[in-house]
């Protein structure tokens, strides 16, 4: 009964932590200096509608790093309005093909994947860092993200993203969420939730650059929006 009431305490932590994130600009690189129509012009042209996710280039000592991020990829992009693949069929297949290495892809030719699965896109990402950061109670997550043409092996996207989660913020939380937070006192959970955390916000900031699938509302009618900078630095919270 104690082992179902902390699983059941651990999953809803995991809802929560979802759900009441908020974030604070620390600083960008530069301004907006575009527009998406000239940013992401090849994307417009070539109209993709589906998104291979390859497994993340680690860069990290954390060896978990890869999977963890890897699954938390899909729901940002299927917002967008692309079909995604799924990342749990699509890691077995790439593991049975000798394809789970995503460097030795970096400058192949990605047309297997368009003639083989039919993807348009293939995404890219190298984590740089995902580790506690400078400052107590910080986790660090410096991720590179490359959305390249399966058709043309151009690339069409690429954007750097340092992100910056304050743990110190939810242990002084009131209410349920400062209570489930307390009910998980091992420190191995925590920590992933943590980097699970910083992870999503880092994708859904980095992804909210990019243009609109077919399945959005919103379909080609984002050209004038501005684009972002290369690099985005940004200090979040729970």
Avoid: H
């Amino acid at each position: 009964m104690k082992k179902f009431r902390f699983l059941m305490s651990f999953v809803l932590l995991l809802m929560l932590a979802q759900s009441c994130t908020t974030s604070s600009q620390m600083g960008y690189s530069s301004g907006y200096l575009s527009t998406r129509g000239n940013s992401y012009k090849a994307l417009y042209e070539e109209r993709p509608i589906s998104i291979l996710i390859m497994p993340p280039i680690n860069n990290t000592v954390d060896v978990d790093a890869k999977d963890y991020f890897y699954t938390s990829l899909f729901q940002p992009l299927c917002d967008r309005g692309y079909y995604v693949f799924s990342p749990f069929l699509m890691m077995e297949m790439l593991k049975n093909e000798s394809a789970y290495d995503a460097e030795l892809f970096l400058e192949r030719d990605l047309k297997i994947f368009n003639d083989m699965l039919g993807a348009d896109l293939v995404l890219f990402t190298r984590i740089n860092e995902w580790s506690k950061g400078r400052m107590a109670g910080n986790i660090t997550v410096t991720v590179d993200y490359m959305l390249k043409s399966a058709k043309t092996n151009e690339v069409v996207f690429q954007r750097t993203g340092e992100f910056q989660l304050d743990t110190n913020i939810k242990s002084g939380s009131g209410g349920i969420a400062g209570l489930l937070a307390d009910m998980i006192t091992t420190s191995i959970y925590t920590s992933m939730i943590d980097k699970m955390v910083a992870a999503r916000r880092c994708n859904d900031m980095i992804l909210e650059d990019l243009p609109f699938g077919v399945y959005n509302p919103l379909y080609m009618q984002d050209l004038e929006s501005p684009s972002m900078p290369q690099y985005i630095r940004q200090a979040i919270s729970y």
